[in-house]
Nanobody
């Protein structure tokens, strides 16, 4: 079992920055990949960014590329999302996710790849 707890959300003005954290507890040696997704009311959860827990390779959604940075601290078992140049359309509940099982052929951007999810943290960008 992997428990994920997000923090760092809040209210920020357009153009501002926030850093989200996701603390993973127990058996983190089983994690293969972690990611951030976001969701707004009435819409499906969408992929934001992902990082290989082993290699550190990152990938981003086009909507956040160049503005957001995903990183991890293996020693602290913590995932981060640095969000810069925030826009109103970035407003959403942000979720972190962890993959432990092998799922060959499943894209890193698919919610079906991930086995564990955090409870979410609200990010609101005001204009």
């Amino acid at each position: 079992q992997v428990q994920l707890v997000e923090s760092g959300g809040g209210l920020v003005q357009v153009g501002g920055s926030l850093r989200l954290s996701c603390a993973a507890s127990t058996r983190t040696s089983s994690i293969r990949r972690m990611a951030w997704f976001r969701q707004t009311p009435g819409k499906e959860r969408e992929f934001v960014a992902t990082i290989s827990w082993i290699t550190g390779t990152t990938n981003y959604a086009d909507a956040v590329k160049g503005r957001f940075i995903i990183s991890r601290d293996n020693a602290k078992n913590t995932l981060y999302l640095q969000m810069n140049s925030l826009k109103p359309e970035d407003t959403a509940v942000y979720y972190c996710a962890a993959q432990t099982a092998v799922r060959i052929g499943t894209m890193y951007s698919s919610i079906n790849l991930y086995d564990y999810w955090g409870q979410g943290t609200q990010v609101t960008v005001s204009s």
